[in-house]
T-cell receptor, first 113, second 111 residues
Framework: GENVEQHPSTLSVQEGDSAVIKCTYS??????FPWYKQELGKGPQLIIDIRSNVGEKKDQRIAVTLNKTAKHFSLHITETQPEDSAVYFCAASMGTGFQKLVFGTGTRLLVSP | DGGITQSPKYLFRKEGQNVTLSCEQN?????MYWYRQDPGQGLRLIYYSQIVNDFQKGDIAEGYSVSREKKESFPLTVTSAQKNPTAFYLCASSTGGDTQYFGPGTRLTVL
């Protein structure tokens, strides 16, 4: 069935380093790719999203890239800070008409001071 | 304040009981969703509703039921038929089918 694979499952970096999380999707018709940040015990918060007509989008220290040919998209966080520590989820829209989101399994990011 | 609220934050259920989780939004969104999250896993779709008085099953609807009588409200009932209901439940809403905004979640524990 339709699925989204996300890697790595855990990522540890030092403060100030960059972090990259990668996702692969299966449905070639997917056209919307959001990223969410989830802190412990809270609901996911949308941090950035990209649509299929764009290859890259940036918002301050966060950027997302999309390669539709390879069906890959990635989240890039530069100059990481301890408050970036959380679980990050990617998602891809699936289906025709009313599109649903299919989520990756999450990446736990730990930024050490 | 605009947003999505879920109640209660924590819920304990005895085996064989039905429980209802509340989800309310004041964002004027047409679509609402329920997801289940288990430790170390992604979000799995239980039910979704595109419009009032209409809803569809998601990937793991067995043992759950919903209603959508008002645009603002989308309650989820976890029935006794759900064999492993202990999980974190998340409600979301959107204006259409893409950008979804999540509530703070309800943690359900079966005693």
């Amino acid at each position: 069935g339709e699925n989204v694979e996300q890697h790595p499952s855990t990522l540890s970096v030092q403060e100030g380093d960059s972090a990259v999380i990668k996702c692969t999707y299966s449905d070639s018709a997917s056209n919307y790719f959001p990223w969410y940040k989830q802190e412990l015990g809270k609901g996911p918060q949308l941090i950035i999203d990209i649509r299929s007509n764009v290859g890259e989008k940036k918002d301050q220290r966060i950027a997302v890239t999309l390669n539709k040919t390879a069906k890959h998209f990635s989240l890039h966080i530069t100059e990481t800070q301890p408050e970036d520590s959380a679980v990050y989820f990617c998602a891809a829209s699936m289906g025709t008409g009313f599109q649903k989101l299919v989520f990756g399994t999450g990446t736990r990011l730990l930024v050490s001071p | 304040d605009g947003g999505i609220t879920q109640s209660p934050k924590y819920l304990f259920r005895k085996e064989g009981q039905n429980v209802t989780l509340s989800c309310e939004q004041n964002l004027n969104h047409d679509a609402m969703y329920w997801y289940r999250q288990d430790p170390g896993q992604g979000l799995r779709l239980i039910y979704y509703s595109q419009i009032v008085n209409d809803f569809q099953k998601g990937d793991i609807a067995e043992g759950y039921s919903v209603s959508r009588e008002k645009k603002e409200s989308f309650p989820l009932t976890v029935t006794s038929a759900q064999k492993n209901p202990t999980a974190f439940y998340l409600c979301a809403s959107s204006t259409g089918g893409d950008t979804q905004y999540f509530g703070p979640g309800t943690r359900l524990t079966v005693l």
